[in-house]
């Protein structure tokens, strides 16, 4: 065991024990937990150790927008003096960088991953930062003996393994293991732990086929089970439901039916679903955006928030946005007041957390995405916190908001199956 005068927790030390000890890993941990930290850790002592030269990083390109491993090397007294270099820009900006480095760590966006495996980068480990984001695209590098074959050491990490079932597992694994665990052949690893549709575009997972896939992987994962609600103040969820207006109803239903919206001043056509299911997210927050401009609808959503506030009693709170609009309609309604506003994706990877005085939290829409959803909750609901915590999210009825808060309870459903296979329960 790597002893590092009690630096670490005693769960980020025995990951730092897995990663130094394991030459594939995928480390499943939340959001707060430090994975960051726990990656460099085992990275400094498997160099100084001789068994390594030199670290790959790859990630979202958000993560280098935000020097995150940098930063993460200057906090930590015992990562002194282990050079990290992130790398961005254009290729000849990135080349420059390397240019005569005798970095430990290279960080590059998983966009340029292919680029960076085909030069002599001089690594032989590497680690996929949220590797449940990483495509098959962004990593086919690591797949080629030529440009993959020189990594020892392959690691992953991510805080949501498993989404809607365990389909996703699939290319993790292919990633970490070569396709030890689960197969090279994603069609096969389908057809034989999932049923399709009768078009055979969808897949459900078979009646204990979970166990069987679980068998495979857990052998490759390492899991910091971090139930916070045993040392944390209370979590409380809400929903806070409200009923669209009759008139803007008349135009959501034009969208949603039509892909098109014709009215005295508001002329409006999605070109697909995927653009009409954005438009009808605007509209349930009471605006679209046509053209270059916002057409105001309806206050609904906003005057839910203000209720929100009020209730609030002149304590801090926290709004998380995702359009621009929202956050001017925002803006101008509590200027001047105790409710700071955040859009959601800043509350991402790599952000140290909010001053713990926040303790009540808006949602002001569903979000997709349930990482998210926990990543910004976990910036608020972390240690140092001494307050219960309160989420409320704003939800139109009979609106995509049904859909979206319908997909990530199922999705929370899948990870909790996960996680109790990997407890052994």
């Not at 052949?185 to 086929?209: M, Q």
């Not at 892909?259 to 697909?272: C, H, P, Q, R, S």
């Not at 509350?347 to 829409?365: E, I, N, R, T, W």
């Not at 139109?396 to 899948?414: H, I, K, Q, S």
Request: hydrophobic fraction near 40%; proline fraction near 3%.
């Amino acid at each position: 065991m790597i002893l590092l005068n009690n630096l670490l927790t005693p769960e980020q030390q025995e990951a730092v024990d897995r990663l130094y000890t394991h030459d594939q890993t995928i480390l499943v941990a939340d959001t707060g937990v430090g994975k960051t930290v726990i990656a460099l850790t085992a990275i400094k002592e498997l160099i100084e150790d001789g068994a390594f030269k030199r670290f790959i990083v790859a990630g979202p390109a958000k993560v280098l927008d935000k020097n995150v491993w940098t930063n993460e090397v200057k906090k930590w007294p015992h990562l002194k003096g282990l050079e990290v270099v992130e790398v961005t820009g254009t290729p000849k900006a990135r080349a420059k960088m390397l240019e005569g480095r005798a970095c430990d760590v290279i960080v590059v966006s998983l966009n340029n991953l292919q680029w960076l495996l085909g030069t002599e980068h001089g690594a032989d480990g590497i680690l996929i930062d949220e590797l449940s984001k990483a495509a098959g695209k962004q990593t086919k590098g690591l797949r080629s003996k030529k440009t993959g074959g020189c990594f020892k050491w392959r690691v992953g990490m991510t805080a949501t393994p498993v989404s809607q079932d365990f389909q996703k597992l699939f290319g993790m694994c292919r990633i970490i293991d070569h396709g030890k665990a689960l197969g090279r052949n994603k069609e096969n690893y389908l057809k034989r732990h999932f049923i399709p549709d009768y078009n055979g575009f969808n897949w459900t997972l078979k009646d204990g086929e979970d166990e069987t896939i679980m068998e495979k992987v857990k052998p490759l994962v390492h899991m910091i089970d971090n139930d916070k609600s045993k040392t944390l103040p209370p979590l409380h969820e809400h929903i806070q439901k409200f009923d669209m207006p009759d008139d803007t109803r008349q135009i959501y239903n034009d969208m949603r039916n039509d892909m098109v919206i014709e009215e005295d001043d508001l002329d409006v056509e999605a070109a697909n679903a995927a653009v009409r299911d954005g438009k009808l997210r605007q509209i349930a927050s009471g605006f679209i955006y046509v053209d270059a401009t916002v057409a105001t609808l309806d206050h609904a959503r906003l005057n839910e928030a203000v209720d929100w506030s009020t209730r609030l009693q002149g304590e801090p709170g926290l709004i998380f946005y995702e359009f621009v609009e929202q956050r001017q309609q925002l803006e101008r309604r509590f200027k001047n007041t105790n409710i700071e506003l955040a859009q959601v994706r800043s509350m991402s990877h790599g952000v140290d957390g909010l001053q713990h005085k926040y303790a009540d939290v808006l949602f002001y829409h569903p979000l997709w995405s349930r990482d998210s959803k926990e990543q910004a909750i976990g910036r608020v609901w972390r240690q140092g916190q001494t307050k219960p915590v309160n989420v409320t999210t704003l939800y139109c009825r009979n609106t995509l908001d049904d859909v979206v808060v319908a997909r990530v309870e199922g999705r929370a459903e899948w990870m909790e199956l996960f996680k109790q296979h990997m407890r052994g329960e």
